[in-house]
């Protein structure tokens, strides 16, 4: 099944194409419609890389433009500081 979104409706939503989708995966995720492992397939993401964008709550602009490579620095930090307080 495919679902066609309008043009419309992406601008309207101020999102680009690939955020909405996003956007969408996150909704389903949260609400336990789809799966960790179904989510991260759907957006081209590894699981844990996945998962760790959501743990931390990476915006969905951010997320959509940030290498593994950046995810995975993002997350160290974050850990980093939750230990120094």
Known sequence: MSL??????????????NELFLEIVLMLFRQDKIS???????????RMQFQNC??????????????????LILYRMRISCDHSK
């Open 4 to 17: 066609v979104i309008s043009d419309d409706l992406v601008r309207a939503s101020g999102f680009s194409e």
């Open 36 to 46: 960790l492992g179904k989510a991260s397939e759907l957006v081209g993401l590894h």
């Open 54 to 71: 959501w743990q931390i709550e990476i915006s969905v602009s951010i997320m959509m433009s940030l290498s593994f490579k950046m995810t």
